[in-house]
């Protein structure tokens, strides 16, 4: 039951955060000024409108408890990417930049959350 709890938890919160983010790209950055971000960054535009999908999509599904190793994995690629680009900046996210602390936090509840999988509050059919 414990382990259960902590999968919902979990879900919830990276699930929120991923389902916050995606939306901030698409309401206030909007999908081309996102595009273009990543761009700056020497990624290829349209990675701007895939991050924005997988944040929401994803998000929803981490929410719903839908096929959260996957999910969750793949979020734990992200973090990983995200904490790369950041590393030049520092530690601290507050640094000029965003450093490295919060993506790199996040990769390892991710993949704590894909170790762990939906529990048994989610919808998935498999625990």
Request: glycine share 14%; proline share 3%.
């Amino acid at each position: 039951m414990t382990n259960d709890f902590t999968a919902l938890l979990l879900r919830l919160g990276l699930g929120i955060m991923y389902l916050a983010h995606g939306l901030t790209k698409l309401f206030v950055f909007t999908p081309a000024g996102t595009a273009h971000f990543f761009e700056s960054l020497g990624f290829p535009g349209f990675v701007g409108y895939l991050t924005i999908l997988f944040e929401i999509g994803g998000g929803l599904l981490l929410i719903l408890g839908l096929l959260t190793r996957l999910i969750a994995f793949l979020a734990f690629i992200q973090m990983i990417v995200i904490t790369y680009v950041h590393f030049h900046n520092g530690w601290s996210f507050s640094n000029a930049g965003g450093g490295w602390e919060y993506p790199a936090f996040m990769a390892v509840v991710a993949l704590s959350l894909a170790l762990l999988g939906s529990g048994r509050f989610g919808l998935s059919p498999k625990h």
